[in-house]
């Protein structure tokens, strides 16, 4: 069971650049979320999805896209990434209940130069 | 969104208790409180939830004030190991997509 998997681990990219994170859950969860954290912050909140094929605005959607077209993975797209854009970003699912917890991926380290 | 308010930081000795508190004095009847942490380099891990009682788990204990509008996540006897960052979060039971991070507490754990 390996829970919730992002790929890549580490990417650098340039100014103008695109590239897509997945997130992959094998828990049958309704609901993905990806969240990004800035050095010395909390975790703020880009896009989630309460289930396939529909997605929705977090705290900080601006220069992101999502998709779930599948209801295992969670697509983040960078159409052109910005130096502003790095950061670690973080996918987690849960299910669709208020008592059940996020699980969390271990991250993906974004540099944008 | 009801919100909460935790310390920065704390620090703490090893073998010891630790009392983390997170005032919510907003929140709803169908609110549950959510605890994770934060270890240096990693995902944030889920620590405990409740919604009234008192609960337990393996990690950790959640004392929740009778009104609700405080909970203190307790660690029975602080290792090297649990120095990390603790968030406390509210879940809604009627929009519960909604998960808001803070900066949560960072808990120095000293030898």
């Known amino acids: 069971n390996a829970g919730v998997t992002q790929t890549p681990k580490f990417r650098v990219l340039k100014t103008g650049q695109s590239m897509t994170l997945l997130c992959a859950q094998d828990?049958?969860?309704?609901?993905m979320y990806w969240y990004r954290q800035d050095p010395g912050m909390g975790l703020r909140l880009i896009h989630y999805?309460?289930?396939?094929?529909?997605?929705a605005k977090g705290e900080v959607p601006d220069g992101y896209n999502v998709s779930r077209l599948k209801k295992q993975n969670f697509l983040l797209g960078l159409e052109s990434a910005a130096p502003s854009q790095t950061s670690v970003y973080f996918c987690?699912?849960?299910?669709?209940?208020?008592?059940?917890?996020?699980?969390f991926g271990n991250g993906t380290r974004l540099t944008v130069t | 969104d009801a919100k909460t308010t935790q310390p920065n930081s704390m620090e703490s000795n090893e073998e010891e208790p630790v009392h983390l508190p997170c005032n919510h004095s907003?929140?709803?009847?169908?609110?549950?409180i959510h605890w994770y942490r934060q270890l240096p380099s990693q995902g944030p891990e889920y620590v405990i939830h409740?919604?009234?009682s008192n609960v337990n788990n393996r990690m950790a204990s959640l004392a929740i004030a009778e009104d609700r509008k405080s909970s203190t996540l307790i660690l029975h006897r602080a290792t090297l190991r649990d120095a990390a960052v603790y968030y406390c979060?509210?879940?809604?039971?009627?929009?519960?997509?909604?998960?808001?991070f803070g900066k949560g507490t960072l808990l120095t754990v000293n030898p």
């Open positions: 987690a699912s849960s299910y669709n209940r208020p008592g059940s917890p996020l699980h």
């Open positions: 828990m049958n969860h309704e609901y």
């Open positions: 999805s309460v289930g396939e094929g529909t997605t």
């Open positions: 907003t929140i709803s009847g169908t609110d549950y």
């Open positions: 409740g919604l009234t």
């Open positions: 979060i509210l879940r809604s039971g009627g929009s519960n997509y909604k998960l808001t």
